[in-house]
Nanobody, 120 residues
Framework: QVQLQESGPGLVKPSQTLSLTCTVSGGSITANPYFWSWIRQPPGKGLEWIGYISFSGRAYFSPSLKSRASISRDTSKNQFTLQLSSVTPEETAVYFC????????????WGQGTLVTVSS
């Protein structure tokens, strides 16, 4: 059974870079055909997809975040990492990592989520 766990600082200052890591157990992040996403949910608002890294290492982002977001991976640790630069207080949210099979499939596995507060 695949499990995902987010980790990283719970507090980031405005204009700094948010960095979160998702550690995957029970399955490889290089396994075809899986895609590994980051998603966030601000307090009282809906889910927003940020981007993914595929089993082959290809990354793709929401157009609204593309200029500030990056996703990398460490296959030796079975982890993938989100970096989001120049964050603002409005980006305070619970950040989730999740897995899907691509081609429009629903996310089938989620991490528990981690709250990141952007505040000075």
């Amino acid at each position: 059974q695949v499990q995902l766990q987010e980790s990283g600082p719970g507090l980031v200052k405005p204009s700094q870079t948010l960095s979160l890591t998702c550690t995957v157990s029970g399955g490889s992040i290089t396994a075809n055909p899986y895609f590994w996403s980051w998603i966030r949910q601000p307090p009282g608002k809906g889910l927003e997809w940020i981007g993914y890294i595929s089993f082959s290492g290809r990354a793709y982002f929401s157009p609204s975040l593309k200029s500030r977001a990056s996703i990398s991976r460490d296959t030796s640790k079975n982890q993938f990492t989100l970096q989001l630069s120049s964050v603002t207080p409005e980006e305070t949210a619970v950040y989730f990592c999740a897995r899907d099979r691509g081609t429009g499939a629903a996310f089938d596995t989620w991490g528990q989520g981690t709250l990141v507060t952007v505040s000075s």
